[in-house]
């Protein structure tokens, strides 16, 4: 009796083993599928695959690579706040303190795409201050120097590329930017002085030449008919014309120079975008 009983304990187990052992196989298989899906650019199956992995399988040793790619997925279909959900659920489950790093620059790079590049700052400053990333410093600048350009603030993105390395292509390019784009305050300042001379600052020659002709004429005219006692004519010249022309001079200057800005800007982006061969957010 006790030996038919060890006997069907003994089937028991072998039976149970077997069958957890299909378990983990079929796991693997689905787990395989779901790293071939996202190699093919198949986004959508492999976050369904892989919620339906973390479903029936909720503690296996691949619930922070599932959380992560899942991530990967919603990052590349644009969904910028799913992403940043399932790697803040990659990070919660790291075994390691690489896959804790991975994780966070993961959700710093979401941040600069979706330009919510204050956010992405607090992290990288936060990670800057961990001493367990001591050695990725140099990492992290990098992905700082990249939230200074979502930021349009290439003077400081080219600072930031020129403490990890002076002569790499994005030093470069920040810095050429930045000795391209106009100063708005200069442009508005020089037009308080010379009307028009912030237009011709920006290459807008013949809008700067008009305004400077008729801030002149109107000024003259205005001049004239106070000169003459004709103060009426001087209040409503002064207040209707030469005023006009006066702030729309202003305006312009500003105008252009942030048009012309973000001409320049959008060149250098779409550079990066589609020619620049380097990691990017």
């Known amino acids: 009796m006790v ?16 069958c957890t052992l299909f378990a983990q196989n079929s796991f693997d298989e689905q787990f395989n599928l779901t790293k071939k899906l996202y190699s093919d650019e198949n986004y959508f199956d492999t976050v369904t695959e892989l919620k339906r ?4 399988n909720p503690n ?23 992403a940043i959900r399932y790697f803040t659920l990659a990070e919660i489950n790291a075994l390691s303190v690489d896959e804790i790093y991975n994780s966070r620059i993961d ?9 919510t590049t204050d956010r992405a700052f607090k992290l990288l400053d936060s990670l800057e201050a961990d001493i367990r990333f001591n050695d990725k410093i ?12 979502f930021a349009d603030d290439w003077e400081n993105a080219a600072v930031t590329f020129a403490g990890i390395d002076s002569t790499i ?14 100063s708005v305050s200069f442009a508005k300042t020089i037009s308080y002085i010379i009307p028009g001379a912030g237009q011709i600052y920006t290459g807008e020659y013949i ?5 400077l002709g008729w801030n002149i004429l109107w000024g003259y005219l205005t001049i ?29 200057a500003e105008k252009f120079a942030k048009e012309k800005n973000l001409i320049i800007s959008n060149k250098a982006m779409n550079y990066l975008q589609f020619e620049f061969k380097g990691l990017k957010p």
């Open 107 to 115: 959700i710093i790079r979401v941040n600069i795409l979706r330009r």
């Open 3 to 18: 030996f038919v009983m060890k006997s069907n304990y003994i089937i028991f187990l072998i039976i149970l083993f077997e």
């Open 207 to 211: 809008s700067g030449l008009l305004s």
């Open 138 to 149: 140099d990492e992290i600048n990098y992905w700082r120097g990249w939230a200074f350009i």
């Open 224 to 252: 004239k008919s106070f000169i003459d006692e004709r103060i009426f004519d001087g209040i409503v010249i002064a207040n209707f014309l030469w005023l006009r022309f006066y702030r729309g001079n202003l305006q312009n």
């Open 60 to 82: 296996s040793e691949y619930i922070y690579s599932a959380y992560e790619t899942i991530g990967k997925s919603y990052k590349q279909g644009a969904k910028f706040s799913d």
């Open 53 to 56: 992995l973390l479903f029936f």
């Open 169 to 182: 292509e994005l030093t470069v390019l920040a810095k050429k930017v930045d000795d391209d784009l106009y």
